[in-house]
């Protein structure tokens, strides 16, 4: 078992308006000693943006904005701006986040030159309604696609909604890799309930036409589908990437239910360097879990929900929403997770 060490929260809700019913799911970004933090801020009702603080060294908060950094500015994100996470290819920084109307809750993406002004290009993942999605994901190898690909539209159908042309394909925790991988991006995205992987040359490449073909192939992309026991529900991608010597280390979520509801675990596992859309390994069992009081009661109880990394040294930080209210810091040996990991089949 690999040692894992809870350092506690480093940030909670303050009586700004802005962030006063949670502060969680950070953005990490790691420049030297200091730890950027990209974290989403929830104001009365569920409205949600992103606030900024940074750190020297992993854990001491140095500056906190008292406003937040990125609003909500359009119709497609008009209740939140949400869970970002942050890789710099080049000289740009790519934020993906969740944006969420209201109803629908899709990928997004904003770039950045220095963490201060951002410029949003708009929804990046499959803008298609659930009788769309179904018909597409029918041309795939059924017996290869895992029956809760269909959970969506079955429920849908059951409640009389699926004709709402208005209800999206819900498509959440994009990740893209901090590099070019062949000279293409890469990305994860978690089209319930599984991890999907998309690779292209340019953003402009992620048209209907491309979504199309995509879904109608969904199962040549999924990444990784739930597994273990603690992940049986769905699984999401958490932290981005991490470029070690074995692979790709991937820190994700996991979630099961339990007589009380859902419980949310950081899980592991590992992704081939040049083809990442092949798994090496993953544990077959919690990295961590919810089990301090602070994860298991909050705005919504036993949830741990990885986001970012940093690296120190041979100590890998990883920084989780806590019980959707709080953001805490787990640390543990990259070296003895990832000897772990290689003993995994």
Known sequence: MITVEKLGIILSPTERDFEKNGVLNPGIYQEGNTVHILYRAVEDGNFSTIGYAKTDGPL??????????MKRDFDYEKQGVEDARIVKIEDLYYITYTAYDGINAMGALATSKDLIHFEKHGIITPKVNYQEYE????????????????QYYNLFSQIGLV???TRLLRDKDVVLFPRKI????????????????????????????????YLMNLTDHIVLDPKDPYE?????AGVPPIETPDGWLLIYH???ETTTGRMYHAKAALLHLEKPEMEISRLPYPLFSPIKDWEKEGTVDNIVFPTGSALFGNDLYIYY?????????AKMDINELLHELRKQP
Not at 60 to 69: A, G, S, V
Not at 232 to 236: A, E, P, T
């Open 182 to 213: 062949n000279g293409q991006f890469v990305l994860l995205h978690r089209i319930w309930p599984g991890i999907q992987i998309v690779k292209f040359d340019n953003w402009k490449d992620l048209t209907p036409s491309f979504w199309e073909d």
């Open 254 to 256: 996991g979630v099961h």
């Open 60 to 69: 001491k908060i140095i500056e906190r904005l008292d406003y937040p950094i």
């Open 135 to 150: 018909s597409h994901v029918n041309c795939c190898d059924a017996a290869k696609l895992n029956p809760k690909y269909h």
């Open 232 to 236: 049986m529900n769905y699984i999401g």
């Open 321 to 329: 929403g806590a019980a959707d209210k709080h953001i805490a810091v």
């Open 163 to 165: 004709g709402d042309e």
